[in-house]
Protein backbone atom coordinates (compact mmCIF):
# COMPACT_ATOMS: atom_id res chain seq x y z
CA UNK A 1 0.00 0.00 0.00
CA UNK A 2 1.26 3.20 -0.99
CA UNK A 3 0.85 6.56 0.95
CA UNK A 4 1.39 10.33 0.52
CA UNK A 5 3.01 11.55 3.58
CA UNK A 6 0.50 14.75 3.41
CA UNK A 7 -2.28 12.42 4.30
CA UNK A 8 -1.54 9.19 5.93
CA UNK A 9 -4.51 7.64 5.40
CA UNK A 10 -4.88 8.76 1.94
CA UNK A 11 -4.06 5.85 -0.39
CA UNK A 12 -2.51 6.78 -3.79
CA UNK A 13 -4.14 4.09 -5.75
CA UNK A 14 -7.68 5.24 -4.83
CA UNK A 15 -6.35 8.57 -7.47
CA UNK A 16 -3.90 6.33 -9.50
CA UNK A 17 -6.03 3.38 -10.29
CA UNK A 18 -5.98 0.11 -12.81
CA UNK A 19 -8.20 -0.34 -15.73
CA UNK A 20 -9.10 -3.98 -16.24
CA UNK A 21 -10.80 -6.19 -18.11
CA UNK A 22 -12.64 -9.24 -15.69
CA UNK A 23 -15.62 -9.51 -13.78
CA UNK A 24 -16.91 -8.38 -10.52
CA UNK A 25 -18.71 -11.36 -8.53
CA UNK A 26 -22.46 -10.86 -6.82
CA UNK A 27 -20.07 -10.43 -3.43
CA UNK A 28 -18.72 -7.27 -5.23
CA UNK A 29 -15.26 -8.98 -5.45
CA UNK A 30 -13.00 -8.48 -8.68
CA UNK A 31 -11.71 -11.14 -10.57
CA UNK A 32 -8.85 -9.82 -12.62
CA UNK A 33 -8.43 -11.68 -16.56
CA UNK A 34 -6.10 -8.51 -18.25
CA UNK A 35 -4.50 -5.48 -16.93
CA UNK A 36 -5.03 -3.16 -19.41
CA UNK A 37 -3.25 0.12 -18.26
CA UNK A 38 -3.26 2.75 -16.38
CA UNK A 39 -5.86 5.75 -15.49
CA UNK A 40 -5.93 9.02 -12.59
CA UNK A 41 -8.41 11.33 -11.57
CA UNK A 42 -7.86 15.35 -12.41
CA UNK A 43 -10.56 16.25 -10.72
CA UNK A 44 -13.22 15.46 -8.15
CA UNK A 45 -16.12 15.38 -10.19
CA UNK A 46 -14.62 12.20 -11.93
CA UNK A 47 -12.48 13.42 -14.47
CA UNK A 48 -10.26 10.93 -15.80
CA UNK A 49 -6.98 11.06 -18.15
CA UNK A 50 -5.32 7.53 -19.86
CA UNK A 51 -3.70 6.77 -23.37
CA UNK A 52 -6.68 6.78 -25.40
CA UNK A 53 -5.13 3.13 -27.20
CA UNK A 54 -5.71 1.89 -23.51
CA UNK A 55 -9.37 2.26 -23.80
CA UNK A 56 -10.12 1.28 -27.85
CA UNK A 57 -11.99 -2.08 -28.40
CA UNK A 58 -13.16 -2.54 -25.53
CA UNK A 59 -15.14 -0.09 -23.92
CA UNK A 60 -18.43 -2.03 -22.47
CA UNK A 61 -15.99 -4.75 -21.13
CA UNK A 62 -13.56 -2.72 -19.21
CA UNK A 63 -13.74 -1.04 -15.79
CA UNK A 64 -11.23 1.62 -13.00
CA UNK A 65 -10.61 -0.66 -9.82
CA UNK A 66 -10.43 0.91 -7.10
CA UNK A 67 -8.95 -0.14 -3.20
CA UNK A 68 -12.04 -1.17 -0.64
CA UNK A 69 -9.65 -2.41 2.47
CA UNK A 70 -8.48 -5.48 1.21
CA UNK A 71 -10.22 -6.12 -1.71
CA UNK A 72 -11.16 -4.67 -5.24
CA UNK A 73 -14.42 -3.00 -6.36
CA UNK A 74 -15.06 -2.49 -10.22
CA UNK A 75 -16.55 0.53 -11.38
CA UNK A 76 -18.13 1.90 -15.07
CA UNK A 77 -16.19 3.70 -17.65
CA UNK A 78 -17.68 6.34 -19.17
CA UNK A 79 -18.10 9.32 -21.22
CA UNK A 80 -14.94 8.57 -22.94
CA UNK A 81 -13.13 11.44 -25.39
CA UNK A 82 -10.03 10.20 -27.47
CA UNK A 83 -7.68 13.77 -28.22
CA UNK A 84 -7.91 14.21 -32.04
CA UNK A 85 -4.16 13.83 -32.66
CA UNK A 86 -2.22 12.56 -29.71
CA UNK A 87 -2.63 9.41 -27.89
CA UNK A 88 -4.55 10.48 -24.98
CA UNK A 89 -8.33 10.03 -23.47
CA UNK A 90 -10.53 12.22 -20.99
CA UNK A 91 -13.23 9.75 -19.54
CA UNK A 92 -14.87 9.69 -16.16
CA UNK A 93 -15.57 7.01 -13.34
CA UNK A 94 -19.40 6.32 -12.50
CA UNK A 95 -20.11 5.89 -8.83
CA UNK A 96 -16.84 7.01 -7.45
CA UNK A 97 -16.23 9.97 -5.76
CA UNK A 98 -12.44 10.82 -6.71
CA UNK A 99 -10.03 13.67 -5.81
CA UNK A 100 -7.31 15.38 -8.25
CA UNK A 101 -4.24 13.08 -8.31
CA UNK A 102 -2.51 15.97 -9.90
CA UNK A 103 -1.95 19.81 -11.17
CA UNK A 104 -1.02 20.99 -14.03
CA UNK A 105 2.00 24.04 -14.15
CA UNK A 106 3.29 24.91 -17.85
CA UNK A 107 6.93 24.58 -19.04
CA UNK A 108 7.74 21.61 -16.58
CA UNK A 109 8.81 19.15 -19.00
CA UNK A 110 12.27 19.65 -20.51
CA UNK A 111 15.49 17.51 -20.55
CA UNK A 112 17.10 16.70 -17.82
CA UNK A 113 13.97 17.43 -15.96
CA UNK A 114 13.27 14.20 -12.46
CA UNK A 115 10.18 12.34 -12.95
CA UNK A 116 8.41 9.58 -10.93
CA UNK A 117 6.03 7.47 -13.57
CA UNK A 118 3.10 5.83 -11.74
CA UNK A 119 1.70 2.52 -13.22
CA UNK A 120 0.00 -1.10 -13.08
CA UNK A 121 2.24 -3.35 -15.04
CA UNK A 122 1.03 -6.48 -16.79
CA UNK A 123 3.86 -8.70 -15.95
CA UNK A 124 2.38 -8.73 -12.10
CA UNK A 125 0.45 -11.39 -13.45
CA UNK A 126 2.89 -13.74 -13.40
CA UNK A 127 4.24 -12.99 -10.02
CA UNK A 128 0.91 -12.90 -8.27
CA UNK A 129 -1.06 -14.39 -10.64
CA UNK A 130 -2.86 -18.44 -11.04
CA UNK A 131 -2.32 -19.33 -14.35
CA UNK A 132 -6.65 -19.39 -15.76
CA UNK A 133 -8.31 -16.95 -17.42
CA UNK A 134 -8.78 -15.74 -21.36
CA UNK A 135 -6.39 -13.33 -21.20
CA UNK A 136 -3.65 -15.28 -18.84
CA UNK A 137 -2.86 -15.25 -15.44
CA UNK A 138 -5.26 -13.63 -13.17
CA UNK A 139 -3.74 -11.92 -10.33
CA UNK A 140 -4.65 -11.48 -7.16
CA UNK A 141 -4.42 -8.25 -6.42
CA UNK A 142 -2.96 -5.20 -8.92
CA UNK A 143 0.66 -3.56 -7.86
CA UNK A 144 1.08 0.42 -8.04
CA UNK A 145 4.58 0.47 -9.16
CA UNK A 146 6.84 3.84 -8.88
CA UNK A 147 9.31 4.72 -11.28
CA UNK A 148 12.39 6.97 -11.36
CA UNK A 149 14.25 9.08 -13.93
CA UNK A 150 14.57 11.69 -15.72
CA UNK A 151 13.86 13.53 -19.29
CA UNK A 152 16.36 12.63 -21.90
CA UNK A 153 14.64 15.15 -24.42
CA UNK A 154 11.23 16.07 -25.99
CA UNK A 155 10.93 15.91 -29.45
CA UNK A 156 7.96 16.43 -32.27
CA UNK A 157 8.70 14.26 -35.12
CA UNK A 158 6.25 10.82 -35.96
CA UNK A 159 7.56 7.63 -34.04
CA UNK A 160 6.80 4.29 -35.30
CA UNK A 161 4.51 2.59 -33.30
CA UNK A 162 2.98 5.40 -31.66
CA UNK A 163 0.48 7.85 -32.31
CA UNK A 164 0.89 11.69 -32.67
CA UNK A 165 3.94 13.79 -32.42
CA UNK A 166 4.08 15.32 -28.79
CA UNK A 167 6.77 13.32 -27.26
CA UNK A 168 9.26 13.19 -24.62
CA UNK A 169 11.63 10.28 -23.70
CA UNK A 170 12.42 9.51 -20.70
CA UNK A 171 15.29 7.68 -19.43
CA UNK A 172 13.64 4.28 -18.03
CA UNK A 173 10.51 2.43 -19.14
CA UNK A 174 7.73 1.23 -17.41
CA UNK A 175 6.23 -2.45 -18.05
CA UNK A 176 3.12 -3.01 -20.51
CA UNK A 177 -0.15 -1.95 -18.04
CA UNK A 178 1.75 0.98 -17.44
CA UNK A 179 0.02 3.13 -20.26
CA UNK A 180 -2.07 5.97 -19.66
CA UNK A 181 -0.20 6.96 -16.36
CA UNK A 182 1.02 9.58 -14.96
CA UNK A 183 4.21 11.42 -15.50
CA UNK A 184 5.18 13.64 -12.54
CA UNK A 185 7.87 16.02 -11.59
CA UNK A 186 9.95 14.22 -9.24
CA UNK A 187 9.01 15.69 -5.92
CA UNK A 188 5.74 17.25 -6.85
CA UNK A 189 2.31 16.76 -8.26
CA UNK A 190 3.01 18.63 -11.32
CA UNK A 191 1.99 16.64 -14.15
CA UNK A 192 4.52 16.77 -16.64
CA UNK A 193 2.98 13.79 -19.16
CA UNK A 194 1.00 10.44 -19.75
CA UNK A 195 3.03 7.22 -20.44
CA UNK A 196 2.84 5.63 -23.69
CA UNK A 197 4.88 2.97 -24.06
CA UNK A 198 8.75 2.19 -24.68
CA UNK A 199 11.35 1.96 -28.03
CA UNK A 200 13.89 -0.06 -27.77
CA UNK A 201 17.85 0.48 -29.59
CA UNK A 202 19.64 -2.80 -31.19
CA UNK A 203 23.43 -2.08 -30.80
CA UNK A 204 26.05 -5.09 -31.80
CA UNK A 205 28.79 -5.75 -29.31
CA UNK A 206 31.96 -6.31 -31.71
CA UNK A 207 34.12 -7.74 -29.37
CA UNK A 208 31.40 -10.52 -27.82
CA UNK A 209 29.27 -10.52 -30.80
CA UNK A 210 26.39 -9.81 -28.71
CA UNK A 211 23.51 -7.97 -29.76
CA UNK A 212 22.98 -5.15 -26.93
CA UNK A 213 19.17 -3.95 -26.34
CA UNK A 214 18.04 -0.99 -24.26
CA UNK A 215 14.64 0.16 -23.81
CA UNK A 216 13.49 4.15 -23.02
CA UNK A 217 10.25 5.24 -22.42
CA UNK A 218 8.05 7.58 -24.17
CA UNK A 219 5.98 9.72 -22.75
CA UNK A 220 3.20 12.17 -24.38
CA UNK A 221 3.97 15.83 -23.34
CA UNK A 222 0.88 17.07 -21.23
CA UNK A 223 1.98 20.95 -22.17
CA UNK A 224 0.81 20.50 -25.66
CA UNK A 225 -2.77 19.46 -25.07
CA UNK A 226 -3.69 21.66 -22.10
CA UNK A 227 -6.18 23.64 -24.84
CA UNK A 228 -8.17 20.55 -26.12
CA UNK A 229 -11.38 20.98 -25.42
CA UNK A 230 -13.11 17.54 -24.75
CA UNK A 231 -17.49 18.06 -25.97
CA UNK A 232 -17.90 15.69 -23.26
CA UNK A 233 -16.17 17.62 -20.89
CA UNK A 234 -18.62 20.59 -21.82
CA UNK A 235 -16.36 22.20 -23.89
CA UNK A 236 -14.10 23.00 -21.03
CA UNK A 237 -10.11 22.99 -21.54
CA UNK A 238 -8.14 20.14 -19.78
CA UNK A 239 -6.45 23.54 -18.41
CA UNK A 240 -9.61 25.46 -17.30
CA UNK A 241 -10.13 21.63 -15.27
CA UNK A 242 -6.36 21.56 -14.19
CA UNK A 243 -6.73 25.60 -13.00
CA UNK A 244 -10.15 25.15 -10.97
CA UNK A 245 -9.08 21.89 -8.82
CA UNK A 246 -6.83 22.25 -5.89
CA UNK A 247 -4.63 19.24 -5.87
CA UNK A 248 -1.86 18.73 -3.49
CA UNK A 249 1.08 20.17 -4.66
CA UNK A 250 4.05 18.12 -3.30
CA UNK A 251 4.69 14.69 -2.05
CA UNK A 252 6.70 14.90 0.97
CA UNK A 253 7.96 11.21 0.80
CA UNK A 254 6.18 8.91 -0.41
CA UNK A 255 5.76 5.94 2.31
CA UNK A 256 5.44 2.09 1.18
CA UNK A 257 7.51 -0.88 0.30
CA UNK A 258 10.16 0.18 -2.08
CA UNK A 259 9.72 3.75 -1.64
Known amino acids: MLLDSQDNDKRIDSEVF ?3 IG ?3 PTGDVRWDALLGTGFSISDDGWCLT ?5 EGVL ?5 AFPAGNEW ?3 TIAQVESHPTEDLAVFRVVGRQLAPFCGWVPGQCHASREYFAFGYPHDL ?3 HGRPQGPYGAVPDRPELIISRGHVRRRYSHPTPGLRGMAFAELSDWVAQGGSGGPVTCHGTRNLIGVYLGHRCESLLDP ?3 RQLVGARGIALRIDDCVRWAPS ?3 GQTLETIFRKERAPAVFHHLAGPGI
Do not use: C, M, T
Not at 51 to 55: G, K
Open 18 to 20: PIA
Open 23 to 25: EQS
Open 51 to 55: AAHVL
Open 60 to 64: GHVFA
Open 73 to 75: RAF
Open 125 to 127: LKD
Open 207 to 209: DNH
Open 232 to 234: VAG
